[in-house]
């Protein structure tokens, strides 16, 4: 029997968790892990295009390198379904 007070709340610690973005090349088949947009296969080197390339091309105009974004950026309906996963 837990002898505790019934109305003592606990808290969970809040965890640092890092999400991970998860991406199969196309090519190789190497799976790829990072926190950031992949930008080149690490097996192959085969090159990708960052996430919404097309929305992200005609928006303001920057450094093709500053189109890749962190994880924490992404949704999960930003992901190309069977090529990427955020984990």
């Given at each position: 029997?837990?002898?505790?007070?019934?109305?003592?709340?606990?808290?969970?610690?809040?965890?640092?968790?890092t999400r991970t973005i998860i991406k199969k090349c196309h090519v190789?088949?190497?799976?790829?892990?990072?926190?950031?947009?992949?930008?080149?296969?690490?097996?192959?080197?085969?090159?990708?295009?960052?996430?919404?390339?097309?929305?992200?091309?005609?928006g303001p105009k920057g450094k093709y390198e500053d189109l890749f974004c962190d994880v924490d950026e992404l949704c999960d309906t930003e992901t190309i379904k069977g090529l990427y996963v955020i984990w």
């Open positions: 029997m837990d002898n505790k007070d019934p109305r003592e709340t606990t808290h969970l610690e809040k965890r640092n968790h190789c088949g190497h799976i790829n892990e990072s926190t950031r947009e992949i930008e080149k296969c690490g097996q192959c080197g085969k090159s990708f295009l960052p996430l919404n390339y097309f929305t992200k091309i005609h």
